[in-house]
């Protein structure tokens, strides 16, 4: 087809040149002129494509568009010109003045966007839209999807919930201690207690779990976390006692004291962490594994540890002079504190026994108050006596049950800062060991050099003897260097433990001073609602069943009211009238 010829419209469109064509032709001539014009045109591209200088003025630019056309069948019998057959409607002659009308090509449509909901086609609701996915699927990019709201689960979730950063690095403990049993024969006998743990720390197999222990097991405990923790204060267990180990009070006391030693060593945030209490706490068969970890690893001495560790020799050397003014001022605070507790503790023994002196006296006072009422011939004096007898019975319940409550509530916190007392000053002892071993190794530097210097003067004679007196000379430093700062970082440790011990202090006597008084008050609340119960009873005379009345046994071969003890009574009561 030569688009030069037909001007601007390659379908012959223009009036005056569209009139002098033949208005019919066959299927063969369309045929051969349509290969005939594709020859054409592959020549003319090819020698375009040969030859750029040789190329004509060119027309009009026109932009085309790679656009999809429809395509008719070659034996349709319309054609795409319109009806040219014999078989014409009646209009085609009309239409045969007219020029043809070109095919008109297919209109795709292209949408980038979704499509509006006033433009979407009127039907039947489609919610899937599965008939015009085909037509109207955009070409670009696709919108994503709605993504609905997340709902709550209906079932619960059984995982723990999460806990915050803060929490995982300081868990919680609840220890508890109970139920001591007597066991063993009696060469050895011993009290052994249920240790319940309660714990939010992830090192532990299980959040709760209960271990058998006995006393000599916390006595392990304390010296081992002393050893492995030089200068923090480690709360003790209480002293061993080998009269009346098995009184009821007494095993009470010590269970109370052993439980909050282990309560606060899992408060606190150094110990919380040491493996011997998670041995402690946690194994089942803790003989053994105590047996398998000191032979594997020994526990370390009085006068070893960390000091040990590095190689340093740790001796008392000569007697140590506090160069820091605020380590001596709280040892000196220390020692008058232990002394006021100490006299503090004696006085409440003091008070404990006495209490339990007048429950005694009490009890006495008692007895011989329901002996007199037996034998007392006037009933309205035999029943306040006998009442009177029963309220000294209580008074003598209340002052036993103060005694040990006094003993539970102040005298045990008395107790412990006394032995905490101790274990602040094996602290000191340990830096005081520290200072020597600092001091020590400063030495034994000093005798390296020494020598050094000395084989420095002598000349390359004894190069080999001075190589190693120059390591000797190294590793003395570094041991100097190691014991330095193992003594600074356990004065700062310290300081520390004594600020916290001076807290802790003053919450745990505060809270004891409170439940002592408060125990003191419900006692003597209780002592005085008795009191005013029996003096309500003795100002009810006219009331014959206020007080019991001894029955009052006749014998059967005498006529009532004329034995000698009825013309008594019956004396007494005309008296009263």
Do not use: C
């Amino acid at each position: 087809m030569d688009l030069g010829e037909a001007g601007d419209s390659p379908w012959g469109d223009v009036p005056s040149q569209s009139s002098s064509r033949a208005p019919t032709f066959n299927q063969e001539d369309s045929s051969a002129k349509t290969s005939t014009q594709d020859a054409e045109s592959s020549q003319q591209s090819q020698s375009s494509i040969k030859s750029p200088t040789g190329r004509g003025p060119r027309g009009p630019i026109r932009r085309l568009v790679a656009q999809p056309t429809k395509l008719e069948a070659a034996d349709d019998p319309l054609g795409p010109l319109g009806p040219l057959g014999a078989n014409a409607s009646p209009g085609a002659d009309a239409q045969a003045d007219e020029p043809p009308v070109p095919p008109q090509k297919e209109q795709m449509v292209i949408r980038t966007t979704m499509p509006q909901p006033s433009q979407r086609r009127a039907g039947s609701a489609d919610p899937n839209r599965l008939d015009d996915e085909d037509l109207e699927r955009p070409v670009g990019l696709r919108a994503p999807p709605p993504v609905q709201a997340a709902q709550p689960s209906p079932v619960r979730a059984t995982s723990q919930p999460s806990v915050s950063i803060e929490q995982a690095a300081k868990p919680s403990f609840y220890i508890t201690v109970g139920d001591p049993i007597k066991v063993g024969d009696l060469t050895s006998s011993h009290i052994v207690y249920s240790v319940r743990t309660k714990t939010t720390s992830k090192g532990y197999k299980q959040p709760e779990f209960e271990v058998k222990r006995r006393y000599r097991d916390f006595l392990w405990l304390y010296n081992t976390m002393h050893g492995n923790n030089p200068g923090v204060v480690v709360p003790p267990p209480p002293e061993k006692q080998a009269l009346n180990r098995f009184e009821t009070n007494f095993v009470e006391s010590r269970r109370a004291a052993l439980e909050k030693m282990l309560n606060k060593i899992a408060a606190h945030p150094t110990l919380q962490h040491d493996p011997d209490l998670k041995l402690f706490l946690e194994s089942e068969s803790f003989s053994a594994d105590v047996k398998h970890k000191e032979r594997r690893e020994p526990i370390p001495g009085e006068s070893k540890g960390m000091l040990g560790s590095f190689g340093i020799n740790v001796g008392g050397g000569s007697k140590f002079v506090e160069q820091d003014d605020w380590f001596h001022d709280r040892r000196v605070y220390l020692d008058a504190l232990e002394n006021q507790l100490k006299a503090l503790m004696k006085s409440m023994d003091t008070m404990v026994i006495q209490r339990k002196a007048m429950a005694e006296s009490a009890g006495e006072f008692s007895a011989s108050l329901h002996a007199l009422s037996t034998v007392e011939l006037s009933p309205t004096l035999s029943g306040p006596l006998d009442a009177l007898s029963d309220l000294q019975l209580t008074i003598r319940d209340v002052y036993d049950r103060q005694a040990q409550q006094d003993v539970l509530t102040f005298g045990i916190t008395i107790d412990e800062y006394i032995r905490l007392i101790g274990s602040v000053k094996q602290a000191f002892s340990q830096r005081q060991k520290a200072f020597h071993s600092w001091h020590s190794a400063e030495s034994e530097l000093q005798k390296r050099k020494s020598a050094q210097d000395k084989l420095l003067r002598q000349g390359r004679s004894q190069q080999d003897r001075l190589n190693q007196v120059s390591a000797e000379v190294a590793d003395a430093e570094r041991k100097v260097h190691q014991a330095r700062l193992l003594f600074e970082d356990m004065g700062r440790l310290m300081r520390a433990e004594l600020d916290r011990f001076e807290r802790e202090k003053v919450e745990d006597f505060k809270s004891s001073v409170e439940t002592f008084l408060e125990s003191a008050i419900e006692a003597q609340k209780e002592l005085i609602e008795k009191w005013e119960t029996f003096l309500m009873q003795l100002d009810a005379e006219d009331d014959e069943t206020v007080f019991y009345r001894p029955p009052i046994y006749q014998s059967s071969d005498k006529a009532p009211g004329d034995t000698a003890v009825d013309r008594a009574r019956a004396t007494i009561d005309q008296d009263s009238d």
